[in-house]
Each structure stands twice: as C-alpha cells, then as structure tokens.
C-alpha cells in the first residue's frame, strides 16, 4: 500500500471520527486501529532491513518532495502511534461521554494522530518541519479543550509558543543543512554524514536543530509546557504528551543521529540537556501529589534519558534508546489511562488522599500494578530490560560515572513514582473518596490492560519484538545493522548491582515520601525563579512592549490613519517619481471623443463631494463620482469591471448610509482652519502624484503580450469567451482562492469589530 | 432605517436581486458577469431586505450563520480543485465534460464558492452591524 496513500486516509478519515466520536461511539477506535493493522503488514518487509518509499512530487522548483520512507525507526513510532491511538480513542468513548464540543475534540485529535504519522514517514526533511508544526497546532487545540478555564488557556497558549518557537529554530537549522547537502532528503543526507559533519556550519545545524527537538521534547529549561499540558483531558495527555507527540523531538534527533554521532556538539548538547532535564524532572516529580503531573514528570524524566542515550555514541546506546522508547510508551500510556480512571471513578486524582482501592477497583488496581512494575524496571516486565540497557549504555560511556551516577538518581525516582501510582492508590486501608468508586467499563479498562500485558508478553519473550521492530530501529537510529540479544537474564553483571541499588533507594524513597515532598515542595525559589516564572514575566514584557506601541502608533481616530496613510502614499510616490526620473507626457491625440462628457460628470461628482454639507450628500456624492468610472470603463470596453463597479458603488451607498444614520457621527465639519488646510494638502498631494503617475503610465508603450495569450486561449484552454472570469476562475484560479479567503476574514474580523464596539458602548461584559 | 418605503419596495427587490444574481453567476463564463458580481448583487438584495427588518430577520431569511456562506464558499472552492490533484494534475487545474453537448466543468463549482463566499463575507458583516 502506498505511504502517501496512508497518510492522505488518516487526514481524511477526521471528519468519519468527528461524527463517530460526537456520539461518543467505540467505533471509532476502528480508525486507528486499521491504520495500526495496515502498518504492521509492512512489518516482515522491513524486518529484512528494506524500507518503503512513496514519493509525489511537491514544489519541484525548490527541489522540495513529499518524500515518504518507512524504515524501523519509522515503523516502531507508526505503530505505537496508531496502536496507542487505538487504545485512547477506545478508552475516550467512554471517558469523554458527557463532555460538549465532542466532535471538534474528536476530530483534531485524529488529525493530530494523522499528523504524526506524516511527521515519522517523511523523508523531506521540510515535510516533516510541515507535519510537525501541524501536531504543535493540534496539541494547542486539544490542550484547550476547555477554553473556558483560564489555566487551560495559558497551557495550550504556552504549548504552542514554546514548541513553535522551537520548531521555527529548527526550520531555520533544516534550511541551513539543506543548503549544505543541496537537499532535504533525510535518506539522502544520511548518505552524506562525513561531509555534513566535517562543515564549519555543522555545529550551529546542531544547535538550531536540538534547539526544536528540546522544545518538542521538554527538555528542561523548557520543561513547564509539558506539565502545565496536564490540564488536558487524560486521553491527551495518555495520547501527546506521553506517548507521542513529545516523543517527536527524539524522534528527529534519533533520525539525525547517523548524520551527527559523534560530533562534540552533538555529544555536549544532547549529553548535556538530556542529564540535566533527568536531575529536574526527578526533583520535581518528587514535589507533586497529583498523579497527572506526578506521571508528566517522570515523562520528563524519560525523555531526559532518551535524549542523553542519543548523545552517547555506538550501538549499544541505539538499541538503548529503541528499547527504552517503546517500554516508556507502552507504560507510561497505561498508566496515566490509569490515573485517568481513578480520576473519573474517585473524582479525586491526589495521590496523598487516595488509598486502598483495590478493594473497590481489583481490575484497575492489577492493570496499574502490571505497569507500575515495568516502570520500576522488575523482572520480568520488558521495563527491566530497558534499564538495564540504559545502565549498560551508561558504563560504556567515556564519563561513565556521571553517567551512571544521574540514571540512578533518575531511575530511584522512577521507582518511587511507580509505588505512588501502585502502592499509594491501590494498597493500604481504604480512604473515602468524593465518589464511590467501582471498576469503569470495558472500554476504559481494555486498552491499558492490553498496554500493560504487552509490557509482560514483551519480557518473557523478548524476541517477539526484539527482531521484527526493535533491531530494524535500532539500525536506523545507528546507521548500520545491529547485532543484540535482548533478553532480560544477562547474568550476574554491574547492571543488575545497579538495578538493586535502584530498587534498594527507590524504596527507601518511598517510604520517606511524604517528609521528602513537604521539604521539596517548600522550596520557593522553584516558583519564584523557576522557567514557567520566566514565561509569565516574558508574556507580560510582550505585552507592555504592545500596549506601549499601540498608544505611542494607534490615536484611535479614522480622520489621522486616513491622513498618514494617503500621505505617505503620496510622498512615496512623488519619491519614485523623482529618482526614478520615470515622467513622461503621453500623446494626447484623439482625445475629443464623446465619453468626455463622462469626464465632467466626474469632475462635478467630485466638486459635489467637496461641497456637501453633510454625510449623507457626501456619500451619494462619491457614489455618483464611483458611478461616473463605472461608465467610463463601460465605454471604454471594460463591461465586466464596469458592471462589478457598479455592483460595489451600490452595496457600498446602502451599507454606508445604514451606518450613518445609527451612529453619532457628527452632522457638521467641526476641523479648524489649519486641519482644513492639512487634509486638502495631503488630498491635492495624493491626486497630483496619481494623475503624474498616470501620464507616465500612458505614455509608455502598451504591452499586448499577456492580453494576446489570454485572448488567444481563452476559448480552446478554458472554454469561456469571458476573458475577465476565465481569468478569475481558471487561469488565475489560486489567487482567486486567495482573495476570497482575505474576504471572509476581513467580514469575520469586521464584525468581531463591531461586536467588540458594540459590547463597549452598551457596557456589556466583556 | 424601519421606513415604509424601503420595508415595501425591499420586499420586491428581494427576489428579484437573487433571481438577477444567479442569471449573472451562470452567464459569467461567455458574457459578463460571474460569481464576484453575482455575489454583490445578491448580497445587496440581501441587505436591503434586513436593513429595515433587523438581525433575526436576516437570519430566518438566510436558515445558516452568514459565517457558514463563507465557510462553504470557501470549501466548495477548495473541492473544486482537487479532481485536478487526482488525474495528477496541478491543483485547480478545471476538469470539462460535456455530456449531450451540456457543458459541464468544476469551474462552475469554483464561481459558486466565490458567490457564497462573496455573499457571507459581506452579511457577516451586516449580520454584526444589525441589532438583533
């Protein structure tokens, strides 16, 4: 099947789930779920290390294609994207019943899945800058599912701006490196690498490209977004901002990674960032009781390690980063979907007031234990494997106990989250709860179940994901096949004195829990100094630097905007004019024709126009000056313009003379001397400079070249005589499109204008 | 703006301003016209028609949001392009057929999108300005 075919049914499949998803059907879990069917029949092709391709082409002039490529990196994040998806939209049937807007939820969150999709296919480097920014812009939706609260607002608001400022970085470091390697093909640049490598730009490709996948990802000091994102509902959070979307930032260092390994700003940065946003997120974590924000910090967490084992050099570390990412999201999905259900079956979802639920939830309770055990890396969950790849990358590395040193601080934490999640909610005496709480239904319960025997199946048998999906990512993430034995007893190695030592502080963590948290979250600084503090005070400066523009530019009067407007069209103008030495006198032979007449209608129109005494005299003045063109062009051969002119003379008088006779405007000329004086100069200035432009116009000589074209084919090509709207909805059809776009946004923003008008006249609230 | 007159004489230049508006967007390909001034026209039909009778009459008259004029105008227009992409030509590249000598093109779709779109950027405007 073809690729681009896939992407194109994803994005068309929106509308089917909108109306699926508005009556809250599980039906609509069909949708991911065929796509998810579809990507693992490629499976057995791309195991044998080939890769699909599919390619369109885009805008051939700028060298740009819609590239598509699927290769085991590929394949493992479409599969856990449309497999996740599947689970998510199942368990948001359910879920989301009695929430409004559903069908608009429903659909940005398909687009959003098909987005991703076309983000992992890519293999244009400026495809892929499209489809990511396009998953920025759906996240900003669905974190702004509840557009009423002001929390909601300001998380999908800083959403948006921190991962597009990111992305717009990145762009900026796409377009430097394809100038470089003279295209955007990732494949193609991945068959450059030495040469990339070895530019004097490579550094700051790095820096500008790190700086999106940073943003995307969450990496500290550019973490906040992501916790603040926790106001979505659970699915969202499950679906973006744990399983996927933040994954796409490591997903494009890990694409690139073949290109730059190695390289000492690559190792710095990603090494770097990666360590310090594990030491944050493990801090942090630690701080929460609510278990959304409790689980979006040990996803920060997570993507900390995933971006540090990128850093690190050679193969060990890329069968690390494949394994890591697919245990992470196959956990860490099932277990917010948990904190989900506890949320919606308790009504509460703090972790210091919840206790005991097993009793009323057992369903639940082993679900969130089975994920909360491969999140704690034990055996025999595929978690354990994971971490001890991690720890066996780290010992590898040539600072290895720094390395080593950070992962067990980050994995200890890890330990204690998972035991909140598991042990705090679910074990102990029961706790009374705003709700009764009981087991949800199938729908919510059969997509964490699945992720969380997965996470089991996984571990006992490693190779049935070991071959067909994490080896063929992990070459691609490397940039050459890959030989490793997956497998959870490696024996008695440092790896596995390391996982005890995990589980030793991890539990000692926990049991000291609540005197570590009240200490930590006493710390004041973090919210006074902290990055989301940074965002607040820089959202405020853009506000002042606006305010201070607008009251320095905007006076707020129509007479002076229209004054400085026609003036410095007119003094641009004459400036043309006169440097350009462009005048010129055209012939004036044969100008006494009959139309003349029109000529002085015009002129008196005019005179009219100046001599009215009010509005209403003003406005059919003009009107009459708007018809008198409108004739002219009618004589001179035009009777299409003639008749659209007419056409907006007309709708323009009854518009205008509706408003003139609701609002106060002042009956009589109320200028001084002076301004009379200013207004007619720059008015008298302004047509002098049209009419000199004018004649320069004329006396050129006319070139016939495009008028000849679109008479000559006007007929056989488009099959109109009318050549005015051949032209309109055929040859210049895209402009066409363009300009009607500008009308009605012009119409919406003119009424919200009136609205917003209205609402300050009449005192309403705002 | 609630004179007699323009409540009267509105209530004949309604109909017969759309009948007008169409025959000139239908003609618009051979001889002038088109869904531009086609749009105008129908939209000053409108106008004159609620500007005595106010919002609700605009909207009774209309049965959609003004907003949905430009929304579908703008879809149709967009749709209008797409049978080019799929016989893998370029975008907006108009498709002709002429069944029983009847020409047919999605050029025609193209005007009505500009139509409605014209019509629904000008009374959302007016829809705005009306008091309700």
Avoid at chain 1, 375 to 397: D, H, N, Q, R, S
Avoid at chain 1, 501 to 516: E, K, P, Q, Y
Avoid at chain 2, 25 to 45: D, K, S, V, W
Wanted: proline share 5%; charged share 10%; glycine share 10%.
């Amino acid at each position: 099947m073809d690729l681009a075919l896939v992407v194109f049914i994803a994005f068309a499949s929106a509308p089917l789930a909108a109306w699926l998803g508005g009556r809250s059907s599980p039906v609509m879990a069909c949708v991911p779920l065929v796509l998810a069917i579809c990507f693992l029949g490629f499976a057995p092709l791309v195991a044998e290390g080939q890769a699909v391709t599919a390619a369109r082409d885009w805008i051939p002039s700028l060298g740009i294609t819609a590239a598509f490529r699927l290769d085991g990196l590929s394949l493992v994040f479409a599969l856990l994207i449309t497999g996740v998806g599947t689970a998510v939209f199942l368990y948001a049937s359910l879920y989301l019943k009695a929430y409004p807007r559903l069908p608009r939820f429903y659909a940005a969150l398909t687009l959003f899945m098909a987005a991703m999709l076309g983000a992992v296919l890519a293999d244009d480097l400026l495809l892929l800058v499209v489809f990511w920014e396009l998953t920025s812009l759906t996240s900003f939706l669905l974190i702004g599912f509840s557009p009423e609260k002001a929390a909601s607002r300001r998380a999908a608001q800083q959403g948006l701006l921190v991962t597009v400022g990111g992305g717009l970085a990145m762009l900026a470091g796409v377009i430097i490196l394809g100038q470089i390697a003279g295209s955007y093909s990732i494949s193609g640049l991945i068959a450059r690498k030495a040469e990339i490598a070895g530019h004097p730009l490579a550094s700051t490709i790095i820096c500008l490209l790190a700086a999106g996948a940073f943003a995307k990802s969450a990496q500290a000091p550019l973490h906040p977004w992501l916790a603040n994102a926790m106001v979505a509902p659970t699915p969202v959070s499950a679906f973006l901002h744990s399983a996927t979307m933040v994954k796409l930032g490591v997903y494009l260092l890990a694409r690139l990674s073949p290109v730059f390994e190695g390289h000492q700003s690559w190792v710095l940065l990603l090494t770097g960032f990666g360590g310090l946003t594990m030491l944050v997120g493990a801090v942090l974590a630690l701080r929460e009781t609510d278990l959304k924000r409790v689980l979006a910090y040990s996803t920060i967490i997570s993507l900390g390690t995933l971006v540090l084992m990128i850093g690190i050099p050679g193969d060990l570390s890329a069968m690390a980063v494949v394994t890591f990412l697919v245990v992470h999201a196959l956990y860490k999905a099932c277990l917010f979907l948990v904190a989900g259900i506890v949320d919606h079956e308790t009504g509460t979802r703090d972790s210091a007031a919840l206790g005991g639920l097993r009793h009323a939830m057992p369903l639940t309770a082993l679900v969130a234990f089975a994920g909360s055990l491969s999140m704690a890396g034990l055996p025999p969950f595929i978690g354990f494997a994971a971490k001890e790849l991690v720890y066996e990358t780290g010992l590898a590395a040539s600072t290895s106990w720094l390395v080593v040193a950070v992962a067990l601080v980050a994995n200890a934490v890890m330990v204690v989250i998972a035991c909140i999640v598991s042990w705090r909610c679910f074990a102990g005496p029961p706790r009374p709860t705003p709700r009764k709480p009981h087991d949800p239904g199938v729908a919510m319960l059969a997509g964490p179940l699945v992720l969380a025997s997965l996470g089991l199946v996984f571990g006992l048998a490693p190779w049935l994901v070991s071959d067909t999906l994490i080896l063929p990512a992990a070459a691609a993430v490397a940039g050459h096949p890959i030989d490793y034995n997956l497998a959870l007893w490696h024996g008695f190695t440092p790896m596995l004195l390391l996982s005890l030592l995990t589980l030793g502080l991890g539990v000692a963590a926990f049991g000291s829990w609540t005197r570590i948290r009240t200490q930590l979250s006493g710390v004041e600084q973090i919210a006074l100094w902290g990055p989301d503090r940074v965002y607040d005070r820089a959202m405020e400066g853009l506000q002042s630097v606006a305010r201070w523009q607008t009251q320095a530019i905007q006076s707020g009067s129509l007479r002076s905007y229209t004054g400085y407007t026609v003036a410095v069209a007119a003094l641009a103008g004459f400036a043309t004019l006169i440097s350009q030495g462009g005048f010129a006198w055209p012939s004036f032979a044969g100008i006494w024709q009959p139309e003349l007449v029109i000529a002085v209608l015009l002129v008196a129109a005019t005179l009219a126009v100046l001599r009215a005494r009010n509005f209403v005299a003003g406005i059919a003045a003009a009107g009459l000056v708007g018809f008198a063109v409108a004739l002219l062009f009618l004589f001179q051969g035009a009777p299409d313009l003639a008749f659209t002119q007419f056409s907006v003379e007309a709708l323009s008088i009854v518009i205008l003379l509706a408003i003139v006779g609701r609002l106060p405007f002042r009956d009589s000329d109320y200028r001084r001397r002076g301004e009379k004086l200013r207004d007619g100069t720059i008015a008298l200035g302004a047509g002098v400079m049209a009419t000199l432009v004018m004649l320069s116009v004329l006396a050129q000589p006319f070139d016939a070249r495009l008028s000849d074209f679109f008479r000559a084919e006007s007929v056989p090509q488009a099959h109109g005589r009318n050549l005015v709207n051949v032209i309109i909805v055929d040859f210049r059809a895209l402009d066409t499109l363009g300009e009607i776009a500008v009308l009605g946004l012009a119409g919406i923003a003119a009424a919200a204008v009136i609205a917003g008008l209205r609402r300050a006249t009449t005192g309403g609230t705002r | 703006m609630n004179s007699l007159i323009l409540l009267t004489s509105s209530r004949i230049v309604l109909p017969v301003a759309i009948l007008f508006s169409v025959y000139v967007l239908l003609r618009g390909h051979n001889e002038p016209g088109g869904g531009f001034i086609g749009g105008l026209i129908a939209a000053a039909g409108i106008a004159v028609h609620s500007l005595p009778r106010g919002r609700n009459a605009l909207v009774r008259l209309l049965r959609v949001s003004p907003k949905a004029l430009i929304g579908s105008g703008l879809m149709l227009a967009l749709l209008s392009g797409l049978p080019g992409l799929l016989l893998a030509e370029p975008f907006l590249q108009h498709q002709w057929a002429f069944p029983g000598g009847l020409p047919l093109s999605t050029t025609l779709v193209f005007d009505v999108g500009v139509y409605l779109c014209v019509i629904g950027a000008v009374l959302t405007f007016l829809a705005y300005y009306l008091e309700a």
